[in-house]
């Protein structure tokens, strides 16, 4: 489902990726790991072309990320992202806010968007909310009303970018509830988290960025429990 080959990017003269490459199977569900600044947001912002790669190739949901030839609108179909700030239309209630971009971009009926909406509402254990609006709903809310919103679009793909560091504690559960019966639905899904009871529980594979590369990637019950990489080592023992 993903591709990534030697994935460069630099901000001027700081080079944040310097050198990923990983592959991504359909169905899997990765969780990105490493300190703050070592570049998992920038690589998954790369994923989607939200950040323009200054090297390499990623192939996603077979759109080549790195031709500049691809309908890069297409490719952000396929990919489904959620934000750490839930990025909802604050003007607009719940049902509007899921139904504008499938009504927009892939031309369904009012009447289409509205049971798909219901349906995903449901999903998220959301649908007495209809009617709301974003600033009536908890953060945990919100996010779980971004999810439905991505999931809306029918994506391949979905990236999650530290869906729950912004909420309250009381809250993250809920929300990491919604993706990980998303993980057990099938779909493909790469998330940047420091929730590692999450990444022990639902990920098939962690990968550990650090100073702009892979250092370590395993399954979570090696990862954690035996890290064989130094800075690895380092990085778990002062968060777990
Ligand atoms: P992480 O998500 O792991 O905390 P980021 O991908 O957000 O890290 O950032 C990695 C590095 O790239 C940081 O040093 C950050 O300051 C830098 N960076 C990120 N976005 C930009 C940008 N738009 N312009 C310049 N530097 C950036
Ligand atoms: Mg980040």
């Given at each position: 489902?993903i ?6 990017k630099q901000?001027?003269?700081t080079h ?7 592959d991504i199977?359909?169905n899997e569900?990765?969780?990105i790991?490493?300190p703050?600044g ?8 790369c994923?989607?072309?939200l950040?323009?790669?200054s090297?390499?190739?990623?192939t996603?949901?077979?759109f080549n990320?790195h031709?500049?030839?691809t309908d ?7 990919v489904g992202m959620?934000?750490?700030?839930f ?5 607009m209630?719940v049902?509007?806010?899921l139904?504008l ?9 009012k ?7 219901e ?13 709301a609006y974003?600033s ?7 996010q779980?009303?971004?999810?439905a919103?991505a ?7 979905m990236?999650?970018?530290?869906p ?7 809250l993250?559960?809920e929300?990491?509830a919604v ?9 493909t899904m790469?998330?940047?988290t420091h929730?590692?009871g ?5 990920a098939?594979?962690v990968i550990?960025?650090?100073q702009?590369v892979i250092?370590e ?23 777990l």
């Amino acid at each position: 489902m993903i591709k990534i080959r030697n994935l460069q990017k630099q901000f001027g003269s700081t080079h944040v990726l310097r050198g990923i490459s990983c592959d991504i199977a359909a169905n899997e569900v990765v969780c990105i790991i490493g300190p703050s600044g070592s570049g998992k947001s920038t690589f998954l912002r790369c994923m989607n072309a939200l950040e323009e790669m200054s090297g390499g190739e990623i192939t996603v949901n077979g759109f080549n990320v790195h031709d500049p030839k691809t309908d890069l609108n297409q490719l952000r179909q396929s990919v489904g992202m959620v934000f750490q700030r839930f990025n909802l239309f604050p003007h607009m209630t719940v049902l509007e806010n899921l139904i504008l971009a499938p009504m927009d971009v892939k031309k369904l009926s009012k009447a289409e968007a509205i049971k798909n909406a219901e349906l995903l509402l449901r999903k998220v254990g959301l649908l007495d909310k209809i009617d709301a609006y974003p600033s009536q709903l908890s953060g945990g809310q919100q996010q779980r009303v971004a999810i439905a919103r991505a999931l809306a679009m029918e994506p391949k793909v979905m990236l999650f970018d530290e869906p729950t560091s912004a909420l309250d504690p009381e809250l993250v559960g809920e929300v990491l509830a919604v993706m990980k019966s998303l993980a057990h639905e099938g779909m493909t899904m790469v998330v940047v988290t420091h929730e590692m009871g999450f990444a022990r529980d639902v990920a098939d594979r962690v990968i550990f960025i650090d100073q702009g590369v892979i250092q370590e990637e395993d399954v979570p019950e090696k990862l954690f429990t035996a890290p064989a990489n130094e800075r690895t080592q380092a990085f778990l023992s002062k968060i777990l």
